[in-house]
Structure formats: C-alpha cells, structure tokens
C-alpha cells in the first residue's frame, strides 16, 4: 500500500520516465513481505538499457528491474534505497521521508 505522494509528483515521474529519463519517486508503503520498510524509491526510465547501466552502477542487478510496459523501474528500500539516494543527492526525499541508515 502506498501513501504520502502527492498526484504532481506521481505525473511528473511518470512523464520523465516515459521521456527516457532516469526519474526517482519516492513514498511511504507497507508490504508484509518487507517488515521494516516503510518506504521505497522507485527509479524508472522507459530506456530498460539506460535504466539496467544506472543501476549497474549501484550494484542493481537488472533482473531485478520491475518490467511495467510504461514504466519500468527498480523499487528500493532500506540500505540501499538511502545509500543510492545519498549518492544521487537527492536530499529532499532523505529529509522528507526521514530516511537513516
């Protein structure tokens, strides 16, 4: 289940990744199957190659993208969901969501 996201945010990830661009989106989300979690980034980009060597570059393994038709991304959560966004300076879903490692 997901929750915090405000519909911009939703719009503007989803016409980035369709552009081809490597677009991050981040919310609050419980799944029984991940106790602990309670968010995830999601980074999508319709270019599955461009998205497979971002991620490549963090350790993803690109089976592990998630293979939407429109929006394929990769969720992340935990470790290395901070480590990456840390990386990426992506200050502002740190800050907002509180995320530590």
């Known amino acids: 289940m997901a929750f915090g996201l405000k519909r911009k945010e939703l719009v503007d990830w989803k016409r980035k990744v369709e552009k081809g661009e490597i677009a991050f989106l981040t919310h609050f989300w419980l799944d029984d ?9 999601k980074v999508g980009c319709s270019d599955i190659e461009k998205l497979s060597q971002w991620g490549a570059q963090y350790g993803l393994n690109a089976r592990w993208i998630h293979h939407d038709p429109r929006f394929p991304h990769f969720d992340l959560f935990g470790e290395h969901q901070y480590k990456i966004l840390m990386k990426e300076r992506k200050w502002d879903h740190i800050e907002r969501f509180n995320l530590r490692p």
């Open 33 to 41: 199957r991940f106790p602990g979690c309670d968010t995830v980034t």
